[in-house]
């Protein structure tokens, strides 16, 4: 069985031979312990890659994040990063005043400048099964063209305002999922987020103003024989009812949700989980015996040679090797091997 094979197998709830497994390693690792990541990829290749690509930019977009200063995205957002190293904050959104939508219009002109030759050319020389991150974030790019809160307001009260700038965003995200269908990918990526500060959308607003659009976008894709992945910021659990409806072939979930043993039983037959195993599950305080138990309960749970499950390890600052390896080889114990409850180790 080809990587490609394994996930499009797991992605379709099939038989695997074993689980398909990922590895995302943070660049700044790759100058520190490159002969590492080199090892372990050598001794568990992943199955999945991300095809490198970057938006082009227009003609609203100036400056970068990491330049420092006040500067431009290319919808017209303006942001301002107070010290170095600090994370981006929103200071002028375009459209905060609604008066100013009837001239708006979208960046059309990033996707008319994409090119995919380089893309199409990862897709040709890999037996892997390739995904493409897009530029597809509705709810996120809500809240930067009006403002966040001004957005979650609108939202929480209907306002026709939030509608009508819903189907602005959508008329550039369709044309984005257009672009991908046309390329040689195998899966695309849409990234978004479910709340604002610590509140979390209700689901029956999530339904009402984003459920159609994640349908349009699952229709475009699966005529151009793709499949959907998604990965949002947030409790997915109220909303997961509505994405396996809607299409939705994978759902990203951090190994450590509330209720994931609930979830993962409640849905895996029905949508496929993409499992991330982050730095609080592999960094340096775990110990090893705490990652194979991390391991095993999901294994007990999800049955995992039935398909249904993608699983992700992710290589951070603070990332152990010894742990990241103990992660990718307890996929491959036996099941036999999983009824016998192992005493606690002090290996470290």
Sequence with gaps: MTSRERVIFALSRLPVDRVPRDLWVDPAIHATVGEEVTELQSRYPPDLECVPFEYPRNEKGRGRAQQGGRYSDDWGCVWEVQTPGSPPRLVQSPLADSSHLAKYRPPFELLKRCSLHSVNHVCAESSRFVLAVSATEPFRRLCYLRGRQTAWNDL?????????????????????????????????????????????????????????????????????????????????????????????????????????????????????????????????????????????????????????????????????????????????????????????????
């Design 156 to 348: 929480h009260r209907g306002s026709k305002t939030v509608r009508k700038i819903l189907e602005v965003i959508h008329q550039f995200n369709c044309r984005d999922m257009e672009m991908w269908g046309a390329s040689d990918v195998d899966g695309v990526v849409i990234r978004d987020i479910l709340g604002h500060e610590n509140a979390t959308i209700a689901p029956e607003v999530w339904a009402d103003y984003f459920l159609r659009l994640y349908r349009e976008y699952c229709e475009i894709l699966h005529k151009a024989d793709k499949f959907v992945f998604v990965v949002f910021e947030g409790n997915i659990a109220p909303i997961l009812p509505e994405l396996r409806k809607v299409g939705v072939d994978a759902v990203a979930l951090d190994c450590r949700s509330a209720d994931l043993e609930g979830l993962i039983r409640q849905y895996s037959k029905e949508v496929c989980f993409w499992l991330h195993f982050g730095a609080g599950a592999l960094g340096s305080t775990q110990q090893l015996s705490e990652v194979r138990d991390l391991v095993r309960k999901v294994r007990l749970t999800s049955d995992p040679s039935r398909g249904g499950l993608l699983v992700r390890g992710t290589w951070l600052a603070g990332t152990r090797f010894q742990n990241l390896a103990t992660f990718f080889e307890y996929w491959l114990e036996p099941e036999s091997a999983l009824a016998v409850e192992r005493p606690a180790s002090s290996s470290s």
